[in-house]
């Protein structure tokens, strides 16, 4: 497909963080950008402000018939209204992951792949990057806090960007370094089992050729088989790791993330004081740690996207060693599917604080399942040596923790659903 040939772009589910970045993208370009969404939300209002015209709800009459691309998220269904139309009408159609693939083409690709810690790698290698000249384009599912976007300019050949294995999505690029941060089970609503998803690592592998570079910890035993018949050179990341580093966002989860940076750089030829330092002053990225503020009462408010188990016990582990005071966190599970894999797995991730309410399931993509809920959480937490409540809206998790919550308190709000929506609202109130 040629770029410049395409005048006007729609996207469907504007609002969601990697289909933005395409879109801000292609404003960037010249390109006239409508899109749609099933809410306003900070992104859209963002879109609106820089020259796209939003549509909340989606229907057949958003899309103009003179339309020449459709970008759609893979999480609508094939009869979406808009979709429909696109496809009736011949307007070429691409999903995101395919749109990601098309405008790689042309860079130097430095993909960011694995279960855990893919944002906040691409966030401080963004960093490195942009401070060290190189002038990346850069795609993340997240915002970058000195620049507020998920989508960064460059006026370079290198193209950075977070490459997830969803529905195998990640397999549309063809990147000359690939990271796999690590491989664990998640998204088991597309993926079978752990083997399933090294298939699609194993793939992804594949497609990175024999001057490029793979970088990853080897001796990963959940890699498995995902490094066979490797092209690429292997670059083992836990050999740049630096415990001492002086970071300041905490938990050994960063300390790994920096060494995967320090790797990359490595490769990149950046002088190795220059990494060091621009990873010293990194300060985070929206919703991967993120101190929002406090509150009239004093309590400090914290967010994060957590939403596998290993994360949450990560982030709260960093959590504990990082705060003081008590430490209340309100987490909204992700998914029924997920919920119920590992639900033995989540039971166990909430011990290092000193409360936890647990919200209703956000079910996202996914149906209703009766046959899991979080009041079956909160039994499982507390059968574990935890502390948990449920708490059936967020009006009721918040007067709950302004009760236990005193001045120096810490509340951390968890999940990759509208849970942070909480903290804003006490911060405002």
């Keep these: 497909m040629d770029l410049e040939k395409i005048k006007k772009v729609h996207f469907i589910g504007v609002g969601g963080i990697s289909v933005s970045a395409i879109a801000r993208m292609m404003l960037d370009l010249g390109k006239v950008v409508s899109g749609s969404d099933s809410s306003f939300s900070r992104i859209t209002k963002e879109l609106e402000e820089i020259g796209a015209q939003i549509f909340i709800g989606q229907k057949a009459e958003n899309l103009s018939d003179?339309?020449?691309?459709?970008?759609?998220?893979?999480?609508?269904?094939?009869?979406?209204?808009?979709?429909?139309?696109?496809?009736?009408?011949?307007?070429?159609?691409?999903?995101?992951?395919?749109?990601?693939?098309?405008?790689?083409e042309d860079f130097y690709?430095?993909?960011?792949?694995?279960?855990?810690?893919?944002?906040?790698?691409?966030?401080?290698?963004?960093?490195v990057l942009i401070k060290s000249?190189?002038?990346?384009?850069?795609?993340?599912?997240?915002?970058?806090?000195?620049?507020?976007?998920?989508?960064?300019?460059?006026?370079?050949?290198?193209?950075?960007?977070?490459?997830?294995?969803?529905?195998?999505?990640f397999l549309n690029l063809k990147p000359k370094i690939l990271i796999i941060n690590n491989i664990e089970e998640d998204h088991l609503d597309y993926y079978k089992d752990l083997d399933d998803i090294k298939s699609a690592f194993k793939s992804m592998v594949?497609?990175?050729?024999?001057?490029?570079?793979?970088?990853?910890?080897?001796?990963?035993?959940?890699?498995?088989?995902?490094l066979e018949g490797a092209k690429a050179e292997i670059v083992d990341y836990t050999e740049f790791i630096e415990k001492d580093l002086g970071l300041k966002v905490p938990g050994e989860h960063n300390i790994s993330n920096a060494?995967?940076?320090?790797?990359?750089?490595?490769?990149?030829?950046?002088?190795?004081?220059?990494?060091?330092e621009i990873l010293q002053s990194y300060s985070g990225v929206w919703r991967r740690f993120e101190f929002k503020g406090e509150t009239k009462e004093g309590i400090l408010v914290y967010d994060d996207y957590a939403h596998h188990p290993t994360e949450v016990k990560t982030t709260l582990e960093g959590a504990s060693n990082y705060f003081e005071g008590k430490i209340v966190v309100i987490f909204q599970p992700h998914l029924y599917s997920r919920t119920k894999k590992f639900l033995n797995q989540f039971a166990k991730s909430f011990n290092n604080v000193d409360e936890v309410v647990i919200l209703p399931i956000y079910a996202a993509r996914e149906a209703e399942d009766k046959t899991i809920n979080?009041?079956?959480?909160?039994?499982?937490?507390?059968?574990?040596?935890?502390?948990?409540?449920?708490?059936?809206?967020?009006?009721?998790?918040?007067?709950?923790?302004?009760?236990?919550?005193?001045?120096?308190?810490?509340?951390?709000?968890?999940?990759?659903?509208d849970v942070y929506k909480i903290g804003e609202g006490m911060l405002n109130d």
């Design 66 to 104: 003179d339309t020449d691309l459709v970008v759609y998220t893979i999480a609508i269904p094939e009869e979406n209204p808009e979709l429909k139309k696109a496809r009736d009408l011949k307007i070429k159609c691409l999903s995101y992951p395919e749109m990601l693939g098309t405008i790689s």
């Design 109 to 127: 690709t430095i993909a960011v792949s694995g279960t855990h810690g893919k944002t906040t790698t691409t966030a401080m290698l963004s960093d």
């Design 133 to 169: 000249g190189l002038k990346p384009n850069v795609i993340i599912g997240s915002l970058l806090r000195e620049q507020g976007s998920n989508y960064v300019k460059g006026d370079s050949k290198y193209f950075l960007v977070e490459a997830c294995e969803y529905r195998r999505s």
């Design 206 to 226: 594949s497609k990175v050729s024999g001057n490029g570079f793979i970088v990853c910890n080897p001796s990963d035993p959940n890699l498995g088989g995902a």
């Design 259 to 276: 060494g995967v940076v320090l790797a990359v750089s490595d490769i990149l030829d950046i002088e190795k004081y220059k990494t060091r």
């Design 374 to 417: 979080s009041e079956m959480l909160v039994e499982e937490i507390n059968k574990n040596g935890g502390n948990a409540n449920y708490k059936k809206d967020f009006d009721e998790a918040i007067l709950y923790v302004k009760e236990r919550l005193n001045k120096g308190g810490v509340l951390m709000t968890i999940g990759a659903g």
